[in-house]
């Protein structure tokens, strides 16, 4: 009998102790995933394969601070195409993706942090352009270019309308520069910084077409706790004016 009861405190204690074990258990390495998508993500050598250090840009600095006050562990690595990156976040445990619209349909698709900005959805066109827009309906009518595979180029597909797309953003502004488009949707800040390093001005914004808040998406499988701490973080840091500071030093 003393033997039994023995035993069974032991077996007991063991199981009163798991929970600490579990709690105290290290949270795995997150892997961040991004895309050339200036000024919120970018490689700084221009390709479209960089890791840390070669990275840059707004939601990056946001991003890597977030992460370093959370104490959680991270790799980061720009890669090509987004279509990739996405699907690779969402089918694979401790993945994350970012700069990503938080749209109605990918909302049960991930766990998300932020908001880490604003979207404001465009459509330019040459400083020379007559094109006068009163809605999206009417922009049917002309050649419009995309970024292929973005939350734009869906939103333009799920209105109708037609469009062609390009694997880089860069490559509608040449496009427009070149008259081969009529009009260049895309996201306001990135549109104005893409055509600035390329020595473009005088772009008209023609029809301010959507908002949408950016985000960094965690695959669905990410604990609580880390996305708890993580949001926490960039409150803190949203408080303190980071968002401003970053966006200084880009624009």
């Known amino acids: 009998m003393h033997k039994i009861l023995l035993s069974l405190s032991l077996v007991w204690g063991l199981l009163l102790g798991l929970p600490a074990q579990a709690e105290d258990a290290p949270v795995a390495e997150i892997v961040l995933l991004t895309e050339n998508f200036p000024p919120y993500n970018m490689a700084s050598n221009g390709r479209n394969f960089a890791r840390e250090d070669q990275l840059q840009g707004i939601a990056v600095e946001l991003v ?3 992460f370093q006050r959370a104490g959680v562990s991270y790799h980061m ?7 990739r990156i996405y699907k ?10 970012f700069t990503i619209a938080r749209l109605r349909e990918r909302g049960p698709l991930f766990k998300w942090v932020g908001p880490l900005g604003t979207d404001d959805w465009v459509l330019l066109a040459n400083a020379d352009s007559n094109i006068r827009l009163d809605n999206l309906q009417q922009a049917g009518a002309y050649r419009i270019g995309a970024y292929k595979d ?3 180029s869906q939103h333009l597909q799920a209105e109708g309308i037609p469009f062609s797309t390009s694997l880089r953003d860069q490559e509608n502004l040449s496009k427009l520069q070149k ?3 009529d009009l260049w949707a895309t996201g306001d800040l990135s549109g ?3 055509a600035k390093q390329e020595g473009v001005s005088g772009l008209k914004t023609v029809l301010r077409f959507n908002s949408t808040d950016l985000y ?3 695959n669905p499988q990410t604990p609580d706790e880390v996305v708890n701490k993580l949001q ?3 409150q803190e840091m949203q408080a303190e004016g980071a968002l401003a500071r970053i966006v200084a030093k880009y624009l």
Not at 91 to 97: I, R, Y
Request: no cysteine.
């Open 179 to 181: 008259g081969q488009i």
């Open 64 to 66: 890597q601070e977030m």
């Open 192 to 194: 104005r910084y893409l």
């Open 150 to 152: 973005d939350a734009i």
């Open 77 to 83: 690595t720009l890669r090509f195409p987004w279509a």
């Open 88 to 97: 690779m976040a969402m089918d694979n445990p401790n993945h994350g993706v």
């Open 216 to 218: 960094l998406a965690l």
């Open 232 to 234: 926490q973080a960039l």
